[in-house]
Structures are given as C-alpha cells and as structure tokens.
C-alpha cells in the first residue's frame, strides 16, 4: 500500500504510464479516505497495488524505510522512452545495475515513491534491443 496525495494524478501514473488498470476504487466518507487498487490482471491471480488517498493529506514524508516497487518490462528502452513521451519523469536511464549486469531504470511517480523498472527476457543491452527491432 502506498499513501498517496493526489489519487487521481496517482492513478494517471500507474494506469496510463505503467500500463496497469484500476480494478477497483472506493471511498470511505466515515474515515476520509479513498481507496483504489491497481494492477496488470485480476486480484485472483495477480499482485495488485493498494494506493490509499487520506482526504486533505496532499503530502507524506516518505521515510529511509522504503525501497521501491519493482516491476519487469519486456523492452526497458521502449518503456522509459514511452513514460517520457507521457509526462513521466524518469530518474535513472536504463542501463547496468552497479555490481550486475541486469539493465534496470527508475522513474518517480507524482509522490515521489520509485519504481525500478528491470529488463526481463533477452533484450539485456541497448544495442541488443535496436538490433531485436530492427529484425522483427
């Protein structure tokens, strides 16, 4: 669960530039708070992020305590370039992790909270990614 300031900035994030899809969203008047649930499939067989909206908080002291939320691409190139081209701020640029070989990136949402984005499959170098695009 991530606390969130402005849901529908938040939403906007996770739905239109990472592609999830709000699978549910309710508000709790009695408490002030706002509910909504995202994620790539149904919450039956996928990982679903809860982003709760307190009414009247628009921003959280993030703390040393979290890390990030990481999801796999297929092409990390493409994404972090598609995330651009929507407004999305990217952090990190793709490329080695340091002590690794796995290419990952990071982009921030509207709350600051990152999200590393880490290539999946075999698309591991820049250069392997264009020369994938150009032969297919």
Request: aromatic share 10%; net charge negative; hydrophobic share 35%.
């Amino acid at each position: 669960m991530l606390r969130v300031g402005n849901l529908e900035e938040s939403l906007k994030f996770y739905c239109d530039l990472l592609g999830m899809k709000l699978l549910r969203r309710k508000d709790y008047p009695g408490g002030e708070f706002t509910l909504a649930f995202v994620g790539y499939g149904d919450e039956s067989d996928h990982t679903v992020l809860e982003l709760t909206y307190n009414w009247g908080v628009e921003k959280y002291d993030l703390g040393t305590a979290y890390g990030h939320i990481a999801l796999g691409v297929d092409d990390i190139y493409a994404t972090c370039e598609e995330i651009k081209k929507l407004g999305g701020k990217v952090v990190r640029e793709p490329g080695p992790m340091k002590h690794g070989s796995t290419v990952i990136a990071f982009v921030e949402d509207p709350d600051g909270y990152k999200v590393e984005l880490i290539q999946i499959g075999t698309q591991g170098t820049k250069a392997e990614s264009q020369a994938q695009l150009v032969n297919q």
